[in-house]
């Protein structure tokens, strides 16, 4: 998908009309969205490799043009990445273990949503940091 976006000239129009529309709202609102961004994708997506192969040059690049570290996106992508693995309901792993526990996906997701939110808002504290800090990339 990156290389037919690549070759096709569509990425750069793609991530010019991203960072236009989210540059005024400041880093901390983008990298919020990378955040809520990568959770969305990682309901669908469950591998992290994958996801990483298809989300992280287009957000390295957007991050580069709203002036925000690199770090930062990959904090946003890493937090984004794992706490939703819990609930996850295409996750192959999550649905063995459940079932080798005899516990039905829908106890189980109304038994750690709390926790999910919980982590889901301590995420956004943990972005914090990264957005103001003065990181320098490789």
């Known amino acids: 998908i990156i290389i037919i976006l690549q ?4 990425i750069d ?8 529309s989210i540059s005024g709202a400041g880093k ?12 969305v994708i990682n309901l ?9 192969a298809l989300t992280m040059p287009m957000m390295s690049q957007f991050s580069d043009l709203i002036g925000l570290s690199r770090q930062a996106t990959v904090v946003a992508f ?17 649905l ?16 750690v949503l709390p926790l999910i939110l919980i982590l889901f808002f301590l995420g956004f504290l943990l ?12």
Do not use: C, H, R
């Open 28 to 39: 901390m609102a983008s990298v919020s969205m990378m955040y809520i961004t990568q959770t």
């Open 96 to 111: 063995g273990v459940l079932s080798v526990a005899k516990i039905p996906y829908e106890k189980w997701f109304k038994w």
């Open 127 to 138: 972005l914090i940091p990264t957005v103001f800090m003065e990181l320098k990339g490789f």
């Open 7 to 10: 070759n096709g000239n569509i």
């Open 44 to 52: 669908f997506m469950p591998s992290g490799s994958a996801k990483a």
């Open 78 to 94: 890493q937090l984004g990445d794992g706490f939703t693995n819990m609930i996850t309901p295409t996750s192959g792993v999550l």
């Open 13 to 20: 129009t793609l991530l010019y009309k991203l960072s236009e």
